[in-house]
C-alpha cells in the first residue's frame, strides 16, 4: 500500500459520509487559519507527510513549513501553519495529529536510545515488529530519530530464527536449505541467522555461508565473549531484553548492531495540537 492510499484510507475511515460537525457549524465558503503547535519536546517527524494530507484533503490549502523532520522540537513551537478552507482543515487536522504524534513518539525515542551509543561503533536498528500497512511510516520515523532500518519484509533478506531452526530441524539443516533456495531462485539475499547459546554459535561458524550472527538474549558479558569469538569473520547484532537501562552495556560490547522492537511496538506519541489561529477583525 502506498502513502497516498494510507492517506485515503484513512481519510475515508474518519469522514464516512461526510464531516457533519464542520458542515453545520462552518459555512461552505469560510476561510481559516490554523497552527500546529509542539506541547512536549523531543524530535518531529511526519511533516511532509502532513502537507500530502493537507493537499489530499483538499489542494488549494496553503501550509507553510516551519520546522522540517528530523528536527528537535520545544514546548511552544510552531510546526506548520496552514490556511484555506476551514471545513478542508478540519477534515485533516485528526489524521494529521495522529500520524504526526506517533511518528514523533518514535523518533523521539529512538534519539534517545541512539544516544547511548556514543562513542561505540554500534549502530541501532528496528525491526518487522510494526503496525499493519503502517511500516513505512514507523520505519522512516526510526531514521528521523538517528536510527537504521532492518529488513523491511519477509522478502528483502533472510533471516534464520529459532522457530525456523527448530521446524528444520537443527540450524545446519535451516542454513543449507537456505542457499539451496537462494539457488535455485537466483536470489542474492543477505543471510542473518540467530544463535541463543554458545553451542548454536559454534555450529554457525562451522557451518558459514551467511552474512550476520543475531545474539539472542545474551548478557552484556556473554555478548562481549561472543562479539570476541566472532570478530572479522561475520556482522554481529544484539537482540532481545534490551532495555534503555541496559542499551549501553550492549553497545560497549563492540557489537556492530543492536535491534530493538520497542521502537515501533512499544510507542508513546509526542504531544501536539492543531489550533485556529483568530484573526482581528
Known sequence: MTIDEIIEAALREDIGDGDHTSNACIPADAKGSAQLLVKESGVVAGVELAHRIFHHVDATLKVDVRIVDGSPIAVGDVILTVEGSSRSILKAERLVLNFMQRMSGIA???????????????RLLDTRKTTPLLRELEKLAVKLGGGQNHRFGLYDMVMIKDNHIDMAGGLAQALHRVKGHLATIGKDLRVEVEVRDFDELEEALRVGGFHRIMLDNFTPEKLKLAVETIAGRYETESSGGITESNLREHALTGVDFISVGALTHHIRSLDMSLKAVHHSP
Open 108 to 122: 523521539t525515542h529512538a534519539q534517545r536510545l541512539v544516544r547511548l551509543t556514543d562513542g561505540t561503533n554500534t
